[in-house]
């Protein structure tokens, strides 16, 4: 307490040494960053040694809601979290190598005020790991400062949108690039990713891209795209790791080539692992898959997850070229849809010829959204028979199924003796 | 029994032992895999090999006593063997740093000199959790830190961030304290002479002006409502703050006014930051929920602050233009 008991605690610390204070810098640097900011900073009542040793603290995490006051003053609290956050990085005195602001809104800031204030001083303490996440779409424009940022190896940026200045030099130590519920509307993406020569991880989570995107990225390993998209055009040829999702709007019928030229990317993929086509991509993509014109195998395909409608007569083409090609295939997921627009194939699954043999590696299939229809059946047949070291199918019906057809599915001949078919 | 002694000494001899020799002198061996398990024993082994005998044994840092020693060995045994399935390390993670904090503190100094990573982020993590949502005055106690800012330092407003009560409280305090060191401050130019007789003049009208306007002296009960009148002032605030320079023409409120403004917010502020009026860096809020019986001891401790506080300012130089909204003391940043 401090009623007259500061005297007292001075006797008393005399004879007790003190045992934290004298610890490496980079340890205590390690148990400020472990505490909430706030807390972090208040060390700096402890004692002399302790006065400034959150200023040099390596990483600075804010999030706004641990500042609310709870009283429903929501701008108040803003303006309150924006002068701590510049104060505490006026104050702060050394470099900063990760930081990350957590709030609901960054625009309310005055214009040209504090985001611009904040990025300014990261970008002259040496930052390499940025995280800025708000909750609202094309919430405020990133600072020129931030293209200043050298160091910069980590970049996760929420609601914003962005202009590359002039003589952008470009990020040389940047490996991953994560866009949440950003909004494009020319290739600042594409121009983006092609000045960063290192980068291996591109993610664009909630994309709404009026524009046409291109990815030009020779070191690339993972990408991740999902949203809304015009027009993707992708030269990543050592992708290991590709998912990508492409929403439409409902009612909308993708033309033919219009948003995914899947034939030229995969035609260019060298070193891709797993692959995952979602929402409408694979069936844009179909458009453009022309049997017997794939260039390479992908030997290294080990995994695919597709949303397809089988029984579409283009879509089940792409999925039987893109089968062809990916002999070493293990595991398997398709999401099957029924797009119901275009005109439905009954045989094109059973006049493929078996000695083909398409699925000699697979080890494990998973099929949701099974309707018994007579291409999903064909398909199930024919991966049956043409599997041989399957050791599990897993049939999702969503109880759609009636016992009899059911009964079908378990008497199909199979391949594999080990095969274990799971019906849910 | 010497069978038995023969079955146990067999497997054994075919393990390969370590020694190594803390700073004190102290020598021990363990299992080759399990000090294998830290990178600087590691070091020492394949590139120096020493601590094959009990003559050449690793000499370990000055940082790493016997007891940390065996707790880090206990920890290399437990993390080196590679069956373990996650949940069962965290487990073990979890149970070893159970431990007295001073013991604690040891550890993570000796895992830092042994440069052993996990260990060094598990302890710290520990010691973070053992600092969070305590008070300064407990995080003194446990880790037996001095209480040696200066009265000076403290007189910064504190950042309340968390709206500590205490806090609130202190700054009460410290703010009654300036106030108090501002007019003994006062009393002593008065006493001086020699120093600026224009200004003395202005000085004293000031003072006469706050006092009639019930700017009290030493008296604690009467200045602690006028504190809070003034922190009233205080709140409607940063247009009062531009710096007040002429004193000879404000009208006699103003100087109050803007005295007290400057007593509750520090110098070192920029006029910047005085837009995000009440937070976080000064309080601004006032209740003066105590009840009596505090009130008494506060008082009496912002006295005997003031009389040790005295005798500072007596000695320290008092220069400037001794302008009565100036404490050359605070000026610093």
Redesign the interface.
């Given at each position: 307490?401090?009623?007259?008991g500061?005297q007292k605690?001075?006797h008393k610390?005399?004879a007790?040494?003190?045992?934290?204070?004298?610890?490496?810098d980079?340890?205590k640097d390690?148990?400020?960053c472990?505490?909430?900011i706030?807390?972090a900073?208040?060390?700096c009542?402890?004692?002399?040694?302790?006065?400034y040793t959150w200023a040099s603290m390596t990483e600075l995490m804010f999030r706004e809601d641990d500042f609310a006051?709870g009283n429903g003053n929501e701008d108040g609290d803003s303006?309150?979290f924006?002068?701590?956050v510049h104060?505490s990085l006026s104050l702060h005195n050394g470099p900063i190598l990760k930081f990350e602001m957590n709030a609901r809104r960054v625009h309310t800031f005055s214009p040209g005020g504090h985001i611009h204030r904040w990025m300014l001083i990261l970008s002259r303490n040496g930052i390499k790991d940025i995280q800025i996440k708000t909750r609202i779409w094309r919430n405020y424009k990133i600072p020129s400062s931030f293209f200043s940022c050298v160091e910069l190896e980590y970049a996760c940026l929420q609601g914003c949108i962005f202009q590359l200045p002039p003589l952008f030099t470009g990020f040389k130590r940047m490996h991953t690039l994560h866009f949440v519920e950003f909004c494009a509307t020319e290739n600042n993406i594409g121009e983006l990713v092609a000045s960063c020569p290192n980068l291996e991880e591109l993610i664009l989570s909630r994309l709404l891209s009026f524009a046409d995107i291109t990815i030009h990225s020779t070191k690339l390993k993972v990408l991740r795209v999902d949203g809304m998209f015009k027009h993707l055009n992708l030269v990543t040829p050592h992708v290991s790791s590709a998912v990508i999702n492409l929403q439409v709007n409902t009612g909308y019928v993708p033309r033919a080539g219009s948003n995914f030229n899947l034939s030229q990317f995969i035609g260019s993929l060298l070193d891709i692992e797993n692959i995952s086509l979602l929402g409408h991509a694979f069936e844009c993509a179909a458009h453009g898959i022309v049997p017997g014109k794939l260039p390479r195998l992908l030997n290294q395909l080990t995994e695919v997850t597709l949303e397809l409608d089988l029984g579409n007569l283009k879509e089940a083409n792409a999925a039987h070229c893109l089968f062809q090609i990916a002999p070493n295939l293990r595991r398997m997921e398709l999401q099957l849809m029924h797009r119901g627009y275009s005109a439905p194939t009954s045989n094109f699954w059973d006049s493929v010829d078996h000695q083909d043999c398409l699925f000699k590696n697979l080890y494990t299939v998973v099929m949701n959204n099974f309707t018994g229809s007579c291409a999903e059946s064909g398909f199930l047949e024919l991966l049956l028979k043409d599997a041989p070291v399957l050791r599990s199918a897993r049939i999702e019906d969503n109880n759609k199924l009636d016992k009899e057809s059911l009964k079908l599915i378990l008497k199909m001949r199979r391949a594999s003796k080990d095969a274990e078919i799971i019906l849910l | 029994m010497s069978e038995s002694e023969l079955a146990v000494i067999k497997p054994e001899a075919l393990k390969t032992y370590i020694w190594l020799q803390c700073f004190d002198g102290s020598i021990q061996q363990v299992e080759e895999e399990v000090a294998m398990f830290c990178p600087m024993i590691c070091r020492e082994i394949v590139k120096n090999g020493t601590g094959s005998s009990k003559n050449h044994a690793i000499a370990l840092p000055e940082r790493v006593n016997p007891t940390s020693l065996s707790l880090i060995l206990d920890y290399c045994r437990f993390h080196q063997v590679t069956g373990r399935s996650n949940k069962e390390r965290k487990s073990f993670d979890e149970k070893f740093v159970r431990i007295e904090t001073e013991r604690l503190c040891e550890l993570t100094s000796a895992a830092d000199s042994l440069q052993l990573k996990p260990l060094v982020d598990l302890t710290s993590r520990a010691l973070a959790r053992i600092i969070e949502g305590k008070t300064p005055e407990e995080i003194r106690d446990i880790f037996h830190l001095p209480d040696d800012l200066t009265e000076e330092e403290k007189l910064e407003p504190l950042k309340n961030i968390n709206d500590d009560p205490r806090i609130r409280l202190l700054n009460r305090l410290y703010a009654k304290k300036r106030k108090e060191l501002q007019e003994r401050h006062e009393r002593q130019k008065l006493k001086d002479v020699q120093v600026q007789k224009v200004q003395k003049d202005e000085r004293s009208l000031d003072e006469l002006l706050c006092f009639i306007n019930g700017d009290g002296g030493g008296r604690a009960t009467k200045s602690k409502k006028k504190n809070k009148r003034r922190k009233d002032h205080a709140k409607n605030p940063p247009k009062a703050d531009s710096e007040p320079l002429d004193a000879e023409g404000a009208a006699c409120v103003v100087p109050c006014k803007v005295d007290s403004s400057n007593v509750s917010r520090l110098p070192c502020q920029n006029p910047d930051m005085q837009d995000d009026a009440e937070y976080p860096f000064e309080d601004a809020d006032l209740d003066d929920g105590l009840d009596p019986a505090m009130k008494e001891e506060l008082d009496r401790e912002v006295e005997d602050f003031a009389r040790r506080l005295n005798s500072v300012w007596n000695e320290s130089h008092i220069g400037g233009n001794g302008s009565v909204q100036r404490f050359p003391g605070f000026n610093h940043r």
């Open positions: 307490m401090d009623r007259g500061s605690k001075r610390s005399v007790n040494a003190d045992i934290i204070s004298n610890l490496p980079v340890i390690k148990i400020l472990c505490l909430p706030k807390e900073i208040r060390t009542f402890l004692s002399r040694k302790w006065r006051l303006v309150r924006a002068s701590f104060t | -």
